[in-house]
């Protein structure tokens, strides 16, 4: 096959935006369609090289993975043994056990499906998935399992159906990909099917499915317009862009311009883009790709803190040196056919090779995760921060979406029902114990993103309808004569509309034709107050229990890693929970004026003097980013105490 200096040039644009995307370069907002970039050339270069070899009657699946074995796994194993062992240096044991299950998915290519599962690309904390960029890796792999064999199939007999063929499953992949992203975003992001259509597109330019170029003004129109998409892509684009569907247009069909108008001449771009400088980049673009992700990550893991300008420059520089060194010292000698290289290198032991690599890099992933991320290479106060993630109520799973008795019996001499969301499940702990006390039944009735409202519905992205639910807990505080209902949830959520990182979450609308918080506030504030009513109707007393601070990240995690560098402990400023509750607290006072409600504060437990604290006597005091853990439960205890004062049965 003619080398093209230009495609590796291409490949350099590829990379630079996407390093740039994930240094953080904010001018750069759709510098992720670098990825979509090299899909195209992918595409093209290895249909070319299948299209050229079936030609002359010497396909072979056996030499095609032999060769895809030799330019992909060598760096790949060698990243991910580094990689391995940062993560067994400096993660915590959640976090690594989270490594373990990628590093085995990887190694098998199934990390895009792993990654899908688990979290979202652009949602995901910087720090929390140092393999997170591998998910590309297997979206080609995964379409070079099929692909061969259609080409094989079809190429020796019809071209006419080879080219409806060809033609339809991009089409059909686009369209999934245009439906998914509206429906299911994070599937279309990360799995094949709707990201087959990207490597198509430079399938049906290896295939001449599409007419060349001959005139050389159109050439060199189509090679500007080509690069100006891309361009475009890169600064218009952005993760709050529905991607990979139809926006995935402007870098995959600028690829492919660019790559087609130079296909019978050069032209400008083409020129450009073959450039020394330029073309070396793209040379060692693949371990570019592998390394840069890991060493922001792990930076970013270390300082505990965004990184600076300086620092960001110096990490970029660094990878750059490594890739090269990976590029001349590990991709070089594996990539040269056996007949050039200086030390052979043969069919049967390159398999081999990749099969023991890969065996030994899944059973390395899969003890992280059976030995539960190794706690014993923690000192004794970094552990105890780290199992804060696992200090949950033992009934949380169990007690989700039902109503579920936690202490006492019929016979007791008060019933309080403690309703809804998940926060509900944190407090419990503190609510059994303070049951136990005065000798009272407690009832807890809570269901995942459900706040505790008669009437409430997300007409959002989540769009959540817990009418039946509420309706449950309605007919039970009647048929059990409840004397006290409290109400209790991640209030600043449904009102703000978000999480304390607004991109992190689906926006929430309360207002069917209204969005925004001051809508939502006033919603919230009205559906509270006919909530309170409701209840107080069927003979109960109310209270509104009020948030606890909202973190922001996952406390035992953060924790771990600041007892491990031996510095402070985070805290959450007062005044930063104060400003996130006050619209929520505003409608909360508004509603329990109304229905005569009571209004019981929990979080003066936790703050004081200005801070408000996420772990005491070393314990985190939260299991995850808003969920208090055992021990803060025990802590906010004292607080709730009100609400099991004078609840008599009726």
């Known amino acids: ?20 995307y994930h240094a953080e370069f904010h001018w750069l907002p759709g510098g992720f369609t670098g990825v979509d970039v090299f899909f195209v ?29 030799r330019r992909i796994l060598p760096a790949l194993f060698v990243m991910l043994a580094a990689a391995s062992l940062a993560a067994w240096q400096w993660l915590a044991p959640a976090d690594l056990m989270r490594f373990g299950e990628s590093l085995a998915a990887t190694t098998v290519f199934g990390s895009n499906i792993y990654f899908w599962r688990e979290t979202g690309y652009f949602q995901a904390p910087a720090d929390a998935a140092p393999l997170l960029h591998t998910w590309s890796l297997a979206v080609e792999e995964q379409f070079y399992l099929l692909f061969p064999l259609v080409l094989m199939w079809l190429l020796p007999r019809s071209r006419r159906w080879l080219a409806i063929a060809v033609w339809s499953a991009l089409a059909v992949s686009l369209a999934a990909a245009e439906w998914g992203v509206r429906t299911f975003p994070t599937a279309a992001f990360y799995l094949g099917p709707t990201r087959a259509w990207e490597l198509l597109c430079g399938a049906v330019l290896a295939l001449r499915l599409v007419p060349p170029v001959h005139s050389p003004v159109l050439r060199e129109s189509l090679g500007v317009i080509g690069i100006a998409s891309i361009a475009a892509g890169f600064l218009v684009l952005s993760g709050d862009s529905a991607f990979p569907g139809v926006n995935a247009l402007l870098p995959c069909v600028g690829a492919a311009l660019v790559i087609h108008s130079a296909g019978q001449a050069p032209t400008a771009v083409s020129r450009l883009l073959s450039l020394r400088a330029v073309v070396f980049v793209g040379l060692i673009s693949y371990s570019l790709y592998l390394w840069h992700w890991v060493f922001f990550v792990f930076a970013r893991h270390l300082v505990l803190r965004e990184l600076a300008l300086v620092e960001t420059i110096g990490l970029v520089i660094a990878s ?46 899969g003890l992280l995760v059976a030995t539960e991320g190794l706690p014993g290479r923690l000192p004794p106060d970094a552990l105890a921060y ?22 006492g019996d019929g016979a007791a001499r008060s019933s309080v029902l403690v309703w809804g969301d998940s926060h509900v499940a944190s407090l419990a702990p503190a609510i059994v114990e303070l049951a136990q006390a005065s000798e009272s039944r407690a009832v807890v009735a809570f269901k995942r993103s459900c706040a505790p409202l008669v009437g409430y519905r997300d007409y959002g992205v989540g769009q959540m309808d817990c009418s039946e639910f509420a309706d449950a807990v309605l007919e039970f505080v009647a048929r059990e004569r409840v004397s006290r209902v409290v109400l209790h949830a991640r209030w600043a959520w449904y009102v703000e509309g978000n999480r304390i990182e607004e991109d992190w979450a689906p926006h929430i609308q309360l207002a069917p034709d209204e969005p925004g918080p001051s809508a939502n506030a006033r919603e919230f504030s009205r559906l509270l107050a006919n909530t309170a009513a409701r209840l107080q109707a069927l003979g109960a007393e109310v209270d509104i229990v009020t948030s606890v601070p909202e973190v922001g990240f996952s406390a035992p995690e953060v924790l771990t890693r600041h007892a491990l560098a031996g510095v402070a402990l985070p805290f959450i400023e007062q005044d930063v929970f104060e400003r996130r509750q ?34 005491q006597d070393a314990r985190s005091l939260y299991h995850d980013d808003d969920h208090l853990s055992l021990e803060g439960a ?9 609400v099991f004062e004078g609840a008599a049965l009726r």
């Open 386 to 407: 780290a199992q804060g993630e696992r200090s949950i109520w033992p009934r949380r799973e169990e007690c989700d979406g039902k109503l579920c008795v936690v202490a």
């Open 582 to 615: 006050a619209r929520s607290h505003a409608a909360i006072e508004a509603a329990a004026r109304q229905s005569s409600a009571r209004v019981v504060h929990v979080y003066p437990s936790l703050c004081q003097q200005g801070r408000c604290a996420i772990a």
């Open 1 to 20: 096959m003619h080398y093209r200096a230009d495609i590796d040039g291409l490949r350099a644009v590829a990379v630079a935006s996407v390093v740039l």
């Open 41 to 69: 050339i992918s595409g093209y270069l290895i249909t070319r090289l299948i299209a050229e070899d079936v030609a002359k009657d010497r396909f072979a699946l056996a030499q095609f993975y032999e060769r895809r074995a």
């Open 320 to 365: 750059v040196v490594v890739s090269v060194l990976s590029w001349r010292f590990v991709e070089q000698p594996w990539r040269r056919p056996a007949c050039e290289a200086a030390v052979p290198v043969y069919r049967r032991p390159v398999l081999v090779a990749a099969l023991a690599g890969s065996v030994v890099l899944a059973v390395g992933g």
């Open 634 to 642: 025990r802590v906010v205890r004292q607080a709730l105490g009100p």
